[in-house]
């Protein structure tokens, strides 16, 4: 079993692969391509934290197709909620039953703290306690490159800076060494 964690898919978001020079012509190469790494690593017994921005869509007639996709990609999965995924109550972020029940989430959350790591979607939302704390801060939400991803204790896990690939809890913990 191992442990991943990935963010910032933005499934069917064609404006994201111009703000971030993602290399694709369109959405489905993308999707396509996001999905196809995706399975080609994470097996069905693997952890998956997707940290947030799994879509940019909020229509009602986009929730079947990206349910189907997530519900289809393998691994125990849970989610850090990101400013882009908005199908849940806004006035109550616990009442996700599209995520738990129609994509098979198996958690939503806001943030995830261990003895080892703090997970979150944006940076910004890491207190001056937990950057204190030694932990090593896992997030989404900038879309690093490569060699920007790491800054301090702090690593972006999208896939701007991973090539499009989940990244593993031991290939996180090599590179904060």
Request: net charge negative; aromatic share 10%; proline share 3%.
């Amino acid at each position: 079993m191992t442990v991943w964690m990935s963010s910032d898919q933005h499934f069917s978001h064609e404006n994201i692969i111009k703000y971030c020079d993602r290399p694709y012509n369109n959405i489905d190469e993308m999707n396509t391509d996001i999905i196809e790494k995706y399975c080609e690593i994470v097996k069905e017994d693997d952890i998956v934290f997707f940290l947030g921005d799994i879509t940019i869509k909020r229509n009602t007639s986009f929730k079947p197709i990206l349910s189907e996709v997530i519900k289809n990609m393998p691994g125990q999965k849970h989610l850090i909620l990101g400013n882009h995924d908005l199908y849940f109550n806004k006035s109550d972020f616990t009442k996700s039953e599209f995520y738990l029940e129609d994509c098979g989430f198996l958690s939503v959350n806001r943030k995830i703290s261990t003895s080892e790591y703090i997970l979150t979607h944006n940076p910004a939302d890491f207190t001056s306690e937990e950057i204190e704390s030694g932990k090593i801060l896992i997030h989404g939400h900038v879309h690093l490159h490569n060699n920007e991803r790491i800054r301090g204790q702090m690593i972006d896990c999208g896939v701007d800076g991973n090539n499009f690939y989940p990244i593993s809890i031991d290939e996180i913990n090599q590179l904060m060494k």
